[in-house]
């Protein structure tokens, strides 16, 4: 579904992404994982054609997204990170223009529109003015509308960034639900939970380098499944990785008496973060 | 073909939609700096003078649709575009889309014209009631659509180049200001020293002020003029396509 090989991206002096090399495949959600400025969104702009790389190639659906950007945008949709609806035109007319940009029949344009509100429940706000819409609704609108011409690959950058917990929620079902339904995804986040719940592989990007690229299972087996945390002298946290929780207790129960703190969990891909660059995935 | 002229269309239906929804105050905005020229400069002003053998209000009317036509095609292309691209940040949309780089300048352009059109026609018809001997030709119409659509272009070739909201408000004191009373709007041009007159020659403001004024007051039409226009217009599309193609960079 997507190739990337040896993709570069420089801005001036910056390396924002260096020698990437990826495979997506048709089907899976797969996840981008890394801090804000790591390289994702870059990324997602060079395969949405937005932006030029500097070197490298990147192919969606066997179409070079420099040679054949019309060929690449018609197969695509995408959900940016920032809001980008016309705020003076309503939901519907929003979807509308979309429908006409991508071509689509106009009997087919109004039946698409009513479907596709209909399944990110919107359709009582179609005709609504999207300024006053609340931040999810805005939200499933942008998704809604990059649905509109069936593409095969969708592009979402951070799609719950700012959002309440449920909000949140809802947007992961429906995102699985997409994807059920036959979308390939890709998405960027820096919600550890996030990529978790929703993706089959994740690629953990840091400082423009894909560092670790796998499953969230296969990513925390290869650390080690289970954490024991340790606070001494309550200034210095450690953090062991252990195989399994019979390892993780023993260690935990053979450690000398001025250990106060310990904690036995499960690891998670923040971890998996961490221990690969000695940052936390929230940081800048 | 039929496909690039769907696509511009399409561009242009959005800001059509915006227009039907506010039409009347788009309208009556733009149409308090002309009559407030007309009436401070035709009426107050120019009261008992003549310029080249008319009145003075004869002679004002069609530099005020002339400036009227070019602040209602720049704004009305390069403000909205500048607000999709900086603020909503909807213009990525349509750079995302299936739809040819020429189709998006000519449709945002589009909105410009229609605008402009509307504007200009609307202070047309108040004019006309002040001053029914005015005389209108098609060649009135062709060089007022294309004053449109130089300065719809201009607009959208601002909007394209501004970097925030301030800037394009620069442009438009830097640039359109001065033009509004400077291109041939409310002075004759050959009352000025040599000098002046081959700088005012350069703005495309002038040119049009000159071909709208020479059918109004039954002149001998300015040709080269026309073409001058013509080029600006181009020069204008052209730099469009330059800065759209540099921007995806």
């Known amino acids: 579904m997507i190739t990337i090989e040896n993709l570069t ?20 959600i797969f996840g981008f994982l890394g801090p804000n400025g790591a390289g994702k969104t870059t990324t997602i702009r060079i395969l949405t054609t937005l932006t030029k790389p500097t070197s490298g190639h990147a192919r969606i659906n066997g179409f070079d997204v420099l040679r054949e950007p019309l060929k690449v945008k018609r197969a695509i949709g995408v959900v940016q990170q920032h809001i980008s609806l016309d705020r003076d035109l309503s939901v519907r007319e929003n979807m509308e223009v979309h429908a006409r940009l991508h071509h689509l029949k106009s009997s087919e344009r109004r039946q698409r529109i009513t479907e596709l509100l209909d399944y990110v429940e919107l359709e009582d706000e179609s005709n609504r003015i999207v300024t006053d819409l609340s931040g999810g609704m805005k939200r499933r609108l ?36 997409m994807n059920i339904d036959g979308t390939t995804v890709l998405l960027t986040t820096h919600y550890i939970e996030e990529a978790e719940a929703l993706c089959g592989r994740v690629g953990i990007i840091h400082q423009g380098h894909l560092i670790a690229l796998g499953s969230p299972l296969e990513l925390r087996q290869r650390l ?8 001494s002298n309550n200034k210095d946290t450690h953090y062991i990785y252990f195989p399994d929780r019979t390892a993780a207790t023993s260690y935990a129960q053979g450690l ?11 690891s998670n891909l923040e971890d998996v973060f961490v221990e690969l660059t000695g940052r936390k995935v929230g940081d800048d | 073909m039929v496909n690039m002229l769907m696509d511009t269309y399409s561009v ?3 800001d059509l ?17 002309p009559v407030l020229y007309l009436v401070a400069f035709g009426w107050g002003l120019g009261r008992g003078i003549n310029v080249e053998g008319a009145s003075y209000l004869e ?10 036509a070019m602040t209602s095609s720049f704004s009305g292309a390069g403000m909205k575009l500048n607000v999709d691209r900086l603020f909503y940040r909807c213009f990525d949309e349509c750079l995302m889309s299936p739809v040819s780089p020429l189709s998006l300048i000519i449709g945002k352009a589009l909105i410009g014209v229609v605008r402009g059109l509307i504007s200009s026609v609307a202070f047309l018809i108040i004019a006309f009631i002040i001053s029914p001997t005015l005389t209108f030709s098609p060649l009135f119409a062709v060089a007022l659509v294309l004053t449109c659509f130089v300065f719809a272009f201009f607009g959208v070739f601002a909007a394209l180049l501004a970097k925030s909201h301030q800037d394009m408000a620069t442009f438009s004191s830097l640039v359109i200001l001065p033009m509004t009373f400077l291109g041939g709007t409310f002075f004759s041009l050959s009352q000025l020293p040599e000098a002046l007159k081959i700088i005012l020659y350069i703005i495309p403001l002038t040119h049009s002020s000159q071909c709208l004024r020479a059918v109004t007051l039954g002149q001998p039409f300015p040709w080269l003029s026309l073409l001058v226009i013509v080029g600006f217009g181009l020069a204008f599309f052209l730099g469009c396509v330059l800065v759209l193609r540099r921007s995806s960079v």
């Open chain 1, 9 to 28: 991206k420089v801005y001036g002096e910056v390396k924002a992404v260096e020698d990437l090399n990826l495979e997506i495949r048709p089907g899976e």
């Open chain 1, 142 to 177: 942008m998704i809604a509308r990059a649905l509109i011409h069936r593409p095969k690959l969708l592009f979402l950058d951070e799609p719950t960034v700012g959002l309440d917990a449920q909000t949140r929620r809802r947007l992961w079902e429906l995102i699985r639900r």
């Open chain 1, 224 to 231: 080690g499944l289970v954490t024991v945390e340790t606070l």
């Open chain 1, 256 to 266: 000398p008496p001025e250990v106060k703190t310990i904690i036995v969990r499960e």
């Open chain 2, 12 to 14: 242009l239906w959005t």
């Open chain 2, 17 to 33: 939609r915006f227009l039907a929804r506010h039409w009347r105050r788009t309208l009556a905005t733009s149409l308090v700096s």
């Open chain 2, 59 to 68: 002679f004002v009317i069609p530099g005020i649709v002339a400036l009227t």
